[in-house]
């Protein structure tokens, strides 16, 4: 069991940074795969990003890459999403979220979300 809860979002505008960060509580945070999901209004939710619990492989969905970059402190409990190039279509609520597996499937554990708005 694992309990996530997401910080860092907020408004920005069109071109700018924001870094989101997730704090897990719960033991073993090493052996979890952790992702990021989005939901836009009025869409589902969204594969972003994922990495594997030593930090070493990473997977970005093809909009993502080259503009977001997942990483994680296993020290500290905690994944970052560092989001640079915003751009409107960003904006939505971004869910961390944690599972045994790699992949874009619907992970098993899911943080609140935090809202990132991206004006143009």
């Known amino acids: 069991q694992v309990q996530l809860v997401e910080s860092g979002g907020g408004l920005v505008q069109a071109g700018g940074s924001l870094r989101l960060s997730c704090a897990a509580s719960?033991?073993?945070?090493?052996?979890?795969?952790m992702g990021w999901f989005r939901q836009a209004p009025g869409k589902g939710r969204e594969f972003v990003a994922a990495?594997?619990?030593?930090?070493?492989?990473?997977d970005y969905a093809d909009s993502m890459k080259g503009r977001f970059t997942i990483s994680r402190d296993n020290a500290k409990n905690t994944v970052y999403l560092q989001m640079n190039s915003l751009k409107p279509e960003d904006t939505a609520v971004y869910y961390c979220?944690?599972?045994?597996?790699?992949?874009?499937?619907?992970?098993?554990?899911w943080g609140k979300g935090t809202q990132v708005t991206v004006s143009s």
């Open positions: 979220t944690a599972d045994a597996f790699m992949g874009r499937h619907y992970y098993d554990y």
């Open positions: 719960g033991r073993h945070f090493s052996n979890y795969v």
């Open positions: 990495i594997n619990g030593k930090g070493d492989s990473t």
